[in-house]
């Protein structure tokens, strides 16, 4: 079993910046895969930015140059930095993590941006 923990999520306004941390333990594979999604209030959830255990990355194209996903392997943790919010970036952000063939999930995080 992993656990997932988000923190970080709050109320900024458009233009701010806010970073997300999420930490991970239990039992992981070192070859893993984390990533960051997010689900606006009446929408499905979206991929929001990947990042292999080797450090490449990948995301989606409305938070291209303003987010930054990261991870301290060392630590089991993944960041996501996110400058120049938007109020549509709006809604619950939760962490991923694909390990040993299973998927899991944090809790999540809400962060609201205001205009």
């Known amino acids: 079993q992993v656990q997932l923990v988000e923190s970080g999520g709050g109320l900024v306004q458009a233009g701010g910046s806010l970073r997300l941390s999420c930490a991970a333990s239990g039992r992981i594979f070192s070859d893993n895969y984390m990533a960051w999604y997010r689900q606006a209030p009446g929408k499905q959830r979206e991929l929001v930015a990947t990042i292999t255990s080797g450090g490449s990355t990948n995301y989606a194209d409305s938070v291209k140059g303003r987010f930054t996903i990261s991870r301290d392997n060392a630590k089991n943790a993944v960041y996501l930095q996110m400058n120049s919010l938007k109020p549509e970036d709006t809604g619950v952000y939760y962490c991923?993590?694909?390990?040993?063939?299973?998927?899991?999930w944090g809790q999540g995080t809400q962060v609201t941006v205001s205009s």
């Open positions: 991923s993590m694909f390990t040993l063939g299973r998927l899991y």
